[in-house]
């Protein structure tokens, strides 16, 4: 049998090694010429850095077993500090309820507590079907607009009531009165450490994880093939018989799994009945711009990365490289920080030259009093397309005719972030190719459109459970010379 796998990301790569590994024979066609999708690592002034932070966790064990078995001991785990950065005031995140009332002092807090306490008496929605009514239900009208607003409109572009409440139900702790009373006693601390407390990262950054299966997969006789990408799945009546490369080449296959954006490759099949055609056109993605900044000194802040609530700062999340893991800044004196801004296409940033794009986070730092007077060496860009998929008000609806048509097709197997249109973390991404590799090669019949639907919020799970911990060694943050006290 014959596979083509479309995209080297933690999707497409997953299938491809478990598939290799069983002995198929496997083609991997990827568009650009790394391996690694969202999740890569590159070498940028001498330091290793991703696309924005990538933390691992998952509390899967089938996801977890296969990424200590590529990743073996070389990883370590960090201990988490991830602070919501709002109006030059830093809260924990996730929201710590003790933490934030004490930090917005007492006026603010009363008030937070008063609109929480009104919206249990006397709920301002009925449904809770958008992000806006899903937050202001379980938090009251305050905090949402403190923490959740701002940072929401900025990463989606569309106003929180426009937003599908599916983004909330997986990504948001639920808040309990109860931890607020613990949490403000002092009496919360659990003695485990949780999927909130510590993550899992590579020596060599997230993209080591995925080197390592590209390299596995040539070892057992499989190809990736870079710089390779696909025009479109050739079918003859719904039966998947080989792919069509860009530069027009037909190559045959038994079974394709593709990881490329969904719309392009369903438009690719040609011959969309109406109701698809429609469907289709309505899904939409999100771009990110990711601005790299090097900046003298080694401690500015202590976090991994901060949530940029303020809306007077563009950025929405800046990631400092310094904090994860020693191996990934060496001995150097700078420090590597990240910026996010999110746009869509049609969006002047979009356009923007990469000069005006550093000077606009410069500024941003600056604006941040962060930085303290250290200066910025250099600017580096990044942009990437078609990142987020967004999660409109009743985009279901849009998704659910393209699932079916799909799922008419013999030879296909649809993952991945945008391979799916699923809002994935690297640990669904791995757990789809997973699975989609199981369908093949044993003939099972995982439904992988189910993957990363449950509205469950799997980082309560314990660390000691999710198999991923060294019990005789310590996370990073105890090995790490003091980093100084930061903010
Ligand atoms: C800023 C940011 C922060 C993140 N933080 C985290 C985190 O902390 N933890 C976490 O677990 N996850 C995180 N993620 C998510 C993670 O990056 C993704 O879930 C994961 O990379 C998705 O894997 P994938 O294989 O589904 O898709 P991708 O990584 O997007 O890979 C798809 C691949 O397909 C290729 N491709 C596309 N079109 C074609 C074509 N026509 N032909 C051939 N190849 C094609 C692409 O080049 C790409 O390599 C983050 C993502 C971003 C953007």
């Not at 296969?66 to 990743?71: A, D, H, S, T």
């Not at 037909?250 to 369903?266: A, K, N, Q, R, Y």
Request: hydrophobic share 40%; aromatic share 12%; glycine share 10%.
């Amino acid at each position: 049998m014959r596979v083509a796998v479309i995209g080297a990301g933690p999707a497409g790569i997953t299938a491809a090694y478990q598939l290799a590994k069983q002995g198929v024979a496997v083609e991997v066609y990827e568009a650009s010429e790394h391996v690694g999708g969202l999740s890569r690592t590159f070498e940028l002034w001498g330091q290793k850095v991703d696309l924005g932070p990538h933390r691992f966790f998952s509390q899967d064990p089938r996801v977890n077993e296969l990424w200590l078995e590529v990743v073996g001991q070389d990883y370590e785990m960090v201990d988490r500090l991830t602070r919501i950065y709002y109006r030059r005031r830093f809260f924990d995140y996730p929201l710590r309820p003790g933490n934030a009332l004490w930090n917005m002092g007492f006026l603010t807090a009363t008030r937070c507590l008063a609109s929480y306490f009104k919206e249990k008496i006397r709920p301002s929605y009925r449904e809770t079907d958008t992000f806006e009514s899903w937050v202001v239900g379980r938090f009251g009208r305050r905090l949402f607009e403190m923490f959740f607003k701002s940072y929401s409109e900025k990463l989606w572009g569309i106003p929180c009531h426009e937003l599908d409440a599916d983004f909330a139900a997986q990504r948001i702790k639920k808040f309990s009165l109860g931890e607020a009373v613990k949490a403000a006693l002092g009496l919360s601390k659990g003695k485990h450490k949780t999927l909130v407390d510590q993550f899992a990262y590579p020596v060599g950054g997230t993209g080591m994880v995925y080197n390592r299966m590209a390299d596995k997969v040539r070892g057992w006789g499989g190809h990736v093939h870079l710089r390779a990408p696909v025009q479109r799945v050739v079918h003859h009546e719904r039966r998947v018989h080989a792919l069509e490369l860009k530069d027009g080449r037909i190559e045959p296959f038994d079974h394709v799994v593709s990881t490329m954006p969904l719309t392009l490759m369903v438009k690719g099949l040609g011959n969309l009945p109406a109701e698809v055609e429609r469907a289709v056109d309505k899904l939409r993605f999100r771009n990110t711009i990711v601005v790299y900044l090097l900046v003298r000194g080694s401690n500015l802040f202590r976090d991994q990365w901060l949530y940029v609530h303020s809306p007077d700062l563009g950025t929405g999340r800046v990631t400092n490289f310094r904090n994860w893991v020693p191996e990934m800044y060496g001995d150097s004196p700078d420090t590597i920080l990240a910026l996010e801004y999110w746009c869509y296409d049609e969006d002047a940033e979009w356009r923007e030259s990469d000069e005006a794009l550093i000077e606009r986070a410069k500024r941003d730092m600056q604006l941040t009093g962060l930085l303290g007077g250290a200066p910025i060496l250099d600017g580096h860009v990044v942009k990437i397309r078609r990142c987020y998929p967004v999660y409109g008000r009743g985009y279901k609806q849009h998704l659910t005719p393209v699932e079916e048509y799909l799922r008419t097709f013999d030879g296909l197997s649809v993952i991945g972030r945008y391979g799916a249109f699923k809002y994935n973390n690297q640990d669904h991404s791995i757990l789809m190719g997973l699975l989609a590799a199981e369908n093949i090669l044993d003939g099972k019949s995982h439904d992988l459109w189910a993957v990363n639907t449950d509205s469950e919020y799997q980082e309560a799970a314990l660390i000691t459970k999710t198999g991923l911990h060294y019990p005789d060694r310590p996370a990073v943050a105890e090995k790490r010379e003091a980093v100084g006290s930061g903010v």
